[in-house]
């Protein structure tokens, strides 16, 4: 059973920094990616950040420059690294594994990030 499990949100200053790391417990198998989504008070949520076992890396526009997907492999665990964070990046941020056999997503619970001005 696979398990994930968000820490490191929390408030922040505009121009401020926060890590969001992402702990999976239960192994996958046939893991295809890595990913950070968000989701604001009013809108639906979107993809933020990808990596996949390669390491290859996509950002979404609003976030490119600013934040960094990563992931140790020994611990399990992938992180988001923000930075110069912006009001507009408050929002509900959750990790998720998508996996290719059998085709299914996991998500974390979700942790609340909140960037003043």
């Known amino acids: 059973q696979v398990q994930l499990v968000e820490s490191g949100g929390g408030l922040a200053s505009a121009g401020g920094s926060l890590r969001l790391s992402c702990a999976a417990s239960?192994?996958?198998?046939?893991?295809?990616?890595m990913d950070w989504y968000r989701q604001a008070p009013g809108k639906q949520r979107e993809l933020i950040a990808t990596?996949?076992?390669?390491?290859?890396?996509i950002y979404a526009d609003s976030v490119t420059g600013r934040f960094t997907i990563s992931r140790d492999n020994t611990k399990n665990t992938f992180y988001l690294q923000m930075y110069r964070l912006k009001p507009e990046d408050t929002a509900v941020y959750y990790c998720?594994?998508?996996?290719?056999?059998?085709?299914?997503?996991?998500w974390g619970q979700g942790t609340q990030v909140t960037v003043s001005s």
């Open positions: 990596i996949i076992p390669e390491g290859n890396t």
């Open positions: 239960g192994r996958i198998v046939t893991l295809k990616s």
């Open positions: 998720s594994l998508e996996q290719q056999r059998p085709p299914m997503r996991f």
